[in-house]
């Protein structure tokens, strides 16, 4: 089976303040988007990459893809991240039967989870998350009054790549798309209809959201560098 890596850049990155799109600010000597597509490629499991870019970036996305070893293309990206996805997904080979889907904001997501992930599809579910487990205790909150205390032992943080069926997903989004359902990753489309299964994610591949987030992937870099 083929696998491609959809890298998800569009994102505006507002609550970082910049004048540049997220994915295009800088993290050591390269932007955002290149580290994240960097790993991607580097996995033998991924044989193309294409980006979803904010309109009028597209020409800043290709430079970032410009010394990667495996055949990419481009995309704008729309106004949601949903969209975003249809559009990678249609720009995708027709003998791609997976699909690894990954947030340009998480730029350490390391080589072997893009591998992980797209093995664990072969082995015959529609889709895989990564996840890590929850450690602190969850409470549920009503209008600033603690309601009850959740059992994290069912619970997981998912994280980016998440691979699945080409097939599935295209579908998945369709029919997201006719029932106007909105979600935040690409796994909720799934979870009802399809078989999802989680793998262990990656503590360093955390999401870079906000400037305080942007400070410590900064200074990881500085402290391999070091």
């Known amino acids: 089976m083929r696998a491609a890596a959809v890298i998800l850049a ?27 597509a960097a790993a991607a490629a580097a996995s033998p499991a991924i044989s193309s990459i294409v ?16 010394v990667l070893e495996v055949p990419t293309a481009v995309v704008t990206g729309g106004r949601t991240r949903q969209a975003s996805v249809r ?11 997976i699909v690894a889907v990954h947030d340009a904001a ?8 893009f591998t992980t992930v797209v093995t664990a599809v072969t082995e015959g579910v529609d889709g895989v998350v990564p996840v890590l487990p929850v450690t602190d205790t969850v409470k549920r ?17 998912a994280q980016t790549p998440q691979a699945f069926r080409v097939d599935a997903l295209r579908a ?23 078989r999802v299964i989680t793998v262990r ?24 560098d070091g």
């Open 201 to 224: 994610g990656d503590p360093g591949n955390f999401k870079v959201t906000t400037m305080l987030d942007l400070v410590r992937a900064r200074a990881r870099l500085g402290d391999v």
């Open 87 to 97: 559009a990678a997904l249609a720009e995708l080979a027709s003998d791609v039967t």
């Open 172 to 194: 998945a989004h369709e029919a997201a798309a006719q029932a106007g359902t909105s979600v935040t990753d690409d796994a909720m489309l799934l979870e009802e209809t399809g």
């Open 106 to 113: 998480r730029p350490f997501a390391p080589p072997d989870l």
């Open 10 to 36: 569009a994102g505006a990155g507002r609550r970082l303040g910049a004048e540049v799109p997220k994915a295009f600010l800088s993290l050591g000597d390269r932007p955002i988007l290149a580290a994240a």
């Open 141 to 157: 909150v009503v209008g600033g009054r603690v309601r009850d205390t959740v059992d994290r032992a069912s619970l997981g943080l």
């Open 51 to 66: 980006v979803a870019a904010p309109p009028g970036y597209e020409g800043d996305a290709r430079v970032c893809l410009e």
